[in-house]
């Protein structure tokens, strides 16, 4: 992140949706995730003027992990359709290059700036 006066661009990560007592896509047990929604904004005075960069992700809770979700299955689920998450909609980072979080020790996506899981900020 950077900050210019009023003016700045920031990451923003959002859960959209959550699942619970579903088959996990990443390890396939019965489980529990989280869609997660990250963008980058512009900002004047804090109103966010326009968004891109928008991707989307996996969380899940059984397995600990954060893996990016397909764009248009993202955004089906946005929209507010229930879409059952497969394996070939999510790509998962190999465990070993995937950035982990200094305070709670779970996965993170290496463009996140906030620990999802417990809300610390990441030192990059
Ligand atoms: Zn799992
Ligand atoms: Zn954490």
Redesign the pocket.
Known sequence: MFFIGIFGIQNKTEPIASEAAVICPVCERYGRYEILKSYYYFHIFFIPVWRWNKRYYIQTHCCSRICELDQETGSKIEAGQSVFVEKEHIRCMDRTAAPL??????Q?DPSFTY??????Q?NR
């Open positions: 979080c200094h305070s709670c020790s779970a993170l620990c999802p899981y417990c809300g610390s990441l």
